[in-house]
């Protein structure tokens, strides 16, 4: 299983971007699929997550970014509306397969927002 990650750059503030993340099997393989980022210095954070059924952000996102998946594509976006300095870190998305036995991770991909 490969994920593969695009779509980072350097952005304003203010200014949108989208990640994707592309997946080499079938995104009906996994029950989670979602986006990390870690910032230098910093933990690693949960930014969203998306299933089949729901979606869910971190409270630090929610109203700006929005996750979406394309089945026939094997793909999942997310789209980053409004950004902030704040938001600058390399962001990861990863792939878990039901009752976690497995995850897979992309390569990262750096966004980076100025003020």
């Known amino acids: 299983v490969q994920l593969q990650a695009s779509g980072g750059g350097l952005v304003q503030a203010g200014e949108s971007l989208r990640l994707t993340c592309a997946a080499s099997?079938?995104?009906?393989?996994?029950?989670?699929m979602g986006w990390y980022r870690q910032a230098p210095g910093k933990e690693r954070e949960l930014v969203a997550i998306?299933?089949?059924?729901?979606?869910d952000y971190a409270a630090s996102v929610k109203g700006r970014f929005t996750i979406s998946r394309d089945n026939a594509k094997n793909t999942i976006y997310l789209q980053m509306n409004s950004l902030k300095s704040e938001d600058t870190a390399v962001y990861y998305c990863?792939?878990?397969?039901?009752?976690?036995?497995?995850?897979?991770w992309g390569q990262g991909t750096q966004v980076t927002v100025s003020a």
């Open positions: 990863y792939a878990e397969t039901p009752r976690r036995t497995e995850t897979y």
């Open positions: 099997v079938s995104i009906f393989s996994f029950n989670t």
């Open positions: 998306i299933t089949t059924a729901f979606t």
